[in-house]
């Protein structure tokens, strides 16, 4: 009996079969790549002038409902730590009040990736901040302090002040060596965002206390520079200050060197968006690149009442380019000279509200309780307004920011200002309004 015989297949055809079968496979495999990589997002800032090397601000989405997880300072933190957990990097400071968002530690991809998340609304660069400030003079003896008397009209006089002083309260050259005032805000307090307070100099008596340190992270917001303090002279001393009763309150947010991060400024204006109680006026003389963040934090800090008042800033360029000067909600002061012209460094242009003394102003010191110095800078010329607006704060204390912001510029005295620069406003501050 023959076996039966095994069907025979082709060589040639294994072959083929073979060939086909790896072709279908590396088509397969062709056709199914693997996971998507993540999206990245726009840094802003990044690479920018200032800018420090892995260092960002993240700013979150408050509408919808990512919007309700961020109510509290806790619901923020959460948020941060979830964002960070999924794409990488160390969230630091938490904003709450100011802002929602955080400080955030990583590398640029990691940023950018986090940046591209429907929950952001951007992300930007941490950079450096500096105070509107000119190279100091030397320390100079103390003025004499203010009069007591009033004149005829029942308006308090300071006889010989700060030439600052003297210009504000008169509409026109010459200056008459005198200071008259009709108010002195003791029921105003003014948050002085700056390097800290020399809080037991003479000058103020007793009102000036500490709010909270961002350089150090603790309540001693003691200055180091003499920035925060000649500001803080100007706003509210008895001898140097426009408004010379107002309470003043101490944020630190720049160093030794007169210098900071936007980081921790926007946790100065976070502290005091919380924390400010009416009626309330703030001074901001530092200056810095466009900051969204820093616009849409002040301009919260408005939304909460307090009236805001910034420099313009000492580049000789066009204040609409700096944050916050930029920002529409808050009054942005340029500077001027003795003789009411505008100082080649002061910033000036559309963003510009008002004009104010600022060269070579007299104010209070660092080193101990009677120290003068004399300094120049936007940073001087924006608490003499801030000081202006607290007097108008006291007399009115239901006006709104708006409202204060209107009757300053208002009463201000049109076309005195000498060369203010294309697109500013000739406006210069006229304080007995």
Same mark, same amino acid.
């Given at each position: 009996?023959?076996? !039966? #015989?095994?069907? &025979?297949? $082709?060589? =040639?055809?294994?072959?083929? /079969?073979?060939? +086909? *079968? %790896? ?43 990512? !919007? #309700?997880?961020? &109510?509290? $300072?806790? =619901?923020?933190?959460?948020? /941060?730590?979830? +964002? *960070? %957990? ?56 103390? /003025? ?290």
């Amino acid at each position: 009996m023959k076996k !039966a #015989r095994r069907p &025979r297949i $082709a060589v =040639g055809a294994v072959l083929a /079969a073979l060939v +086909l *079968t %790896g072709t279908t496979a590396a088509a397969a495999s062709a056709a199914s790549p693997g996971p998507e990589p993540a999206p990245l997002g726009e840094v802003r800032g990044a690479g920018a002038p200032g800018a420090l090397d892995g260092e960002y601000i993240v700013v979150l989405k408050e509408t919808g409902d990512r !919007a #309700r997880g961020l &109510r509290t $300072a806790g =619901g923020v933190r959460d948020r /941060a730590e979830r +964002l *960070t %957990g999924a794409f990488g990097g160390e969230a630091e400071r938490t904003y709450s009040s100011a802002l929602k968002g955080f400080s955030l530690k990583a590398t640029e991809k990691q940023a950018r990736r986090l940046a591209a998340d429907p929950s952001v609304a951007y992300v930007e660069a941490n950079r450096v901040e500096r105070g509107d400030v000119l190279p100091q003079a030397p320390d100079l003896p103390q /003025a004499p302090g203010p009069s007591k008397g009033p004149d005829v009209s029942g308006t308090l006089l300071q006889a010989d002040p700060g030439w600052g002083l003297d210009r504000i309260d008169q509409r026109d050259l010459p200056l008459d060596a005198s200071y008259g005032y009709g108010a002195t805000a003791p029921n105003v307090t003014a948050y002085v965002v700056d390097s800290g307070i020399n809080i037991a100099h003479e000058d103020f008596g007793g009102r000036a206390s500490y709010g909270y340190n961002f350089v150090d992270g603790n309540r001693t917001a003691s200055d180091c520079h003499g920035h925060g303090t000649h500001v803080a002279g100007i706003l509210g001393g008895e001898t140097h200050g426009v408004a010379k009763s107002v309470k003043l309150i101490a944020v630190k947010v720049l160093n030794c060197q007169n210098s900071g991060t936007t980081e921790g400024v926007l946790a100065g204006y976070d502290w005091v968006a919380e924390n400010a109680t009416g009626p309330a006026v703030a001074n901001v003389s530092i200056g810095g690149s466009a900051s969204e963040a820093k616009d849409a934090a002040v301009r919260k800090m408005v939304e909460a009442g307090i009236t805001v008042v910034v420099s313009a800033g000492n580049k000789a360029t066009d204040a609409c380019t700096q944050s916050p000067a930029r920002e529409p909600s808050v009054i942005t002061v340029a500077a001027t000279a003795r003789d009411d012209s505008r100082p080649s460094w002061s910033n000036h242009g559309d963003c510009v509200d008002v004009f104010a003394p600022g060269a070579s102003v007299p104010s209070a010191g660092i080193g101990s309780r009677t120290a003068e110095r004399t300094m120049s800078g936007t940073s001087m010329s924006a608490p003499h307004v801030a000081g202006a607006a607290a007097l108008h704060v006291s007399k009115n204390p239901e006006a709104t920011p708006a409202a204060v912001t209107r009757a300053l510029l208002d009463a201000s005295s049109p076309g005195r200002v000498t060369g203010p620069g294309e697109g500013s406003p000739n406006r210069l501050l006229y304080s007995r309004f």
